[in-house]
């Protein structure tokens, strides 16, 4: 290890930055960030910098370098277009032995500036000791992703609870075990949900009670079509911290694998594989394990406000007293009209969208046809492969042109995705020559036959002969 990491504290210490570009000008307004006083040393500066020049925070000598501008300084960058000039600051600042990094020259510097991460009060340094500074620019991104803003309130809420957490427990191994609990239970998802209060009871009941009688936690997280590469980064989070993942049958085996490599995943799908799982026991499995104190993430396809019987397993879990919060997911009409290349609306074409759900006798009986059979615009059909032959007939009945284009999706956004196109009329028999199953998604409207010209993900869309194209062009 050439390079040794540490983090210094600039506050009010002077730094000097030698130019007056835009290389200077991102260094010169990171280091302003913690608390620096800045010395910019150049003939000229760009507007940014000008505007920020106040004399006193940041003050600016506008001539080319000499020794005497880093007299007294802490740290100094020289960001200069000329290796000249850059060799002059580098002697200076060695001879009066002061950190310098020149920017792009790893010969001339003593020190050098990592790729940050800033989540204040938690800030993350990354370095390749300079050999490779586009290789630390990428882990940054990556990390970046990983831990979105809400760390730092998580970081911040336990500084504030250090003090009393140290008090309570002086011996070591316990004070690791509680903040393993903090980190990763309920009082973290309540930071997370800005609750910052509630989460100072949570834990100050814990520190009497101890963890384990503390009450786990639920996160019902959205796992879109199919896509890993669709899941949000809060539910990426939730599943690498759960103990338990209660997840729907048609979660991918991808995206299972993104949990934690510890947790217990039970399938509750509600259909195939010879099984059923009632709802009602799903309700129950959540509360038993949220009640030993674990966490539990129920993770289902799509978006679980979307056709997903979320709001009746949060109705539960209120009545049980279970801390939970939700993630949303990329709901199926969403994605799989995207990845099948089928815009939703469109100017000439549909104004709105409608969702429905047909997949068994008690939804088609609760539907208003009339108002699903309306022209311009777009319905989108959750769960209608069962009742497709009810379906076609009742809008046609009430109102929809036969001839109105149609998109099956099946699988959508997945490697085997197909997407299979034709008209209302036809839809019956479209779906039997291509054996249409489930997972699959119906859309009705003009819109479905631009699926032809617009795919773009996989192969392209079968029955487009079924199709007057031109007439949606």
């Known amino acids: 290890m050439r390079y040794f990491p540490l983090f210094l504290d600039l506050r009010d210490r002077l730094v000097v930055v030698v130019g007056g570009g835009s290389v200077a000008e991102r260094k010169a307004l990171l280091l302003a960030d913690s608390g620096a006083r800045i010395r910019l040393v150049a003939p000229t500066l760009t507007a940014a910098l000008a505007a920020r020049v106040d004399g006193t925070r940041i003050e600016h000598r506008a001539h080319d370098f000499i020794d005497a501008d880093i007299d007294g300084a802490r740290l100094v960058i020289a960001a200069t277009d000329s290796r000249a000039t850059n060799r002059a600051v580098a002697r200076a600042a060695n001879e009066r032995g002061i950190v310098v990094n020149v920017v792009d020259d790893l010969e001339l510097s003593s020190g050098i500036l990592p790729a ?26 990556r990390i970046e992703a990983a831990l979105d803003e809400s760390i730092g309130r998580l970081a911040a809420f336990c500084e504030s609870w250090r003090s009393r957490i140290k008090a309570a427990l002086p011996e070591l191994g316990a004070r690791r075990r509680f903040y393993d609990w903090l980190l990763h239970g309920a009082a973290a998802a309540l930071v997370r949900e800005s609750r910052a209060a509630d989460a100072g009871r949570v834990v100050a009941a814990a520190l009497v009670k101890g963890p384990a ?29 759960a103990d338990v993942v209660l997840h729907d049958r048609l979660v991918s085996a991808e995206i299972l ?64 007293g279970i801390a939970f919060e939700v993630v949303p997911g990329v709901t199926a009409a969403l994605a799989c009209a995207a990845y099948a290349g089928v815009p939703l609306t469109h100017r000439e074409h549909s104004g709105s969208i409608r969702f429905a759900t047909a997949h068994c ?90 699926a032809v010209q617009l795919h773009w993900y996989g192969a392209a869309p079968l029955g487009g002969r079924e199709l007057d194209v031109r007439s949606v062009a």
């Open 213 to 241: 009688a503390t009450a786990g936690s639920v996160v019902l997280v959205g796992a879109g079509p199919g896509d890993p590469g669709l899941l949000t980064l809060h539910a990426l989070r939730a599943l690498q911290g």
């Open 257 to 320: 694998k993104l949990a934690r490599r510890e947790a217990e995943l039970i399938e509750v799908g509600k259909g195939g594989r010879g099984h059923r799982v009632t709802q009602e026991h799903i309700h129950e499995l959540m509360v038993e394990h949220a009640l030993r104190g674990r966490r539990v993430v129920r993770l289902k396809g799509g978006d679980p406000f979307v056709f997903g019987r979320g709001g009746e397993e949060l109705e539960h879990l209120v009545r049980h």
């Open 361 to 450: 006798r008690e939804s088609l009986e609760a539907t208003d046809w009339r108002g699903l059979a309306r022209g311009r615009e777009t319905l989108a059909v959750y769960m209608g492969v069962a009742t497709l032959d009810t379906l076609r007939q009742e809008l046609i009945r009430h109102g929809r042109d036969p001839a109105t284009p149609i998109a099956f999706i099946e699988n959508g956004s997945r490697p085997e995705q197909r997407v299979i196109v034709g008209t209302l009329a036809d839809a019956v028999t479209l779906a039997a020559r291509h054996r249409l199953a489930s997972p699959a998604l119906l859309i009705v409207g003009e819109v479905a036959a631009l």
């Open 116 to 141: 940050i991460v800033d989540r204040s009060p938690l800030v993350i340094a990354i370095s390749t000791q300079g050999t490779a500074p586009a290789l630390a620019r990428l882990v940054r991104e």
